[in-house]
């Protein structure tokens, strides 16, 4: 089981690290509160390079996602085990992460794609940089720098956290495909 484990790791920390080019998206880094809202959602969660050909996706990691005014907690597990658990209060974020966690998966980038997921549209706006824009059309969300999009999020819920999504992150090459339920 802990091969299988490693292995399951291995290949979650592939697809951050051997498909991201420079330069990295402007970090997104909202208070809990922004969100409007409180969430307490199962997710299953796999990711994978942006073409098939360059490798297979993770296997499934279930993941407990909590938001409130106060917090953005996550905890992530894979085969039953513990392997992450973070904290964001808009300020610090705090992370007890497994050994058996590849370096490679960054908690900051995870904080980021939440957002960039779920949040509202006019504070995710406000937090980027002068050259980025970020529009939203029947429910499919597209990052851009200078016209070139970066980053596309397809929604099939509303709202976005209560169903299917798909995040495209074309500037680091990745692909996350997350189905969410209400934690019960």
Do not use: F
Request: aromatic share 4%; charged share 20%.
């Amino acid at each position: 089981m802990r091969r299988t484990l490693l292995l399951c790791l291995a290949l979650l920390a592939g697809c951050q690290s051997i498909y991201a080019p420079q330069p990295r998206l402007p970090p997104i880094a909202l208070s809990p509160a922004s969100l409007g809202a409180s969430l307490s959602l199962a997710q299953r969660l796999s990711a994978g390079p942006l073409d098939p050909r360059d490798g297979k996706p993770s296997p499934a990691l279930d993941i407990q996602l909590e938001v409130d005014g106060d917090k953005l907690q996550l905890a992530g597990l894979a085969l039953g085990q513990r392997i992450l658990r973070l904290s964001w209060d808009g300020k610090t974020l705090q992370s007890q992460r497994s050994p058996l966690l590849p370096a490679s998966v960054d908690e900051a980038r995870i904080v980021r794609d939440i957002q960039l997921a779920y949040w509202p549209l006019p504070a995710l706006r406000a937090a980027l940089p002068a050259d980025w824009s970020l529009d939203e059309q029947g429910g499919t969300r597209i990052l851009s720098r200078q016209g070139e999009e970066v980053v596309r999020i397809a929604n099939q819920a509303s709202p976005a956290w209560m169903g299917h999504s798909e995040l495209i992150n074309r500037r680091e090459g990745y692909r996350l495909s997350i189905d969410s339920a209400p934690l019960q």
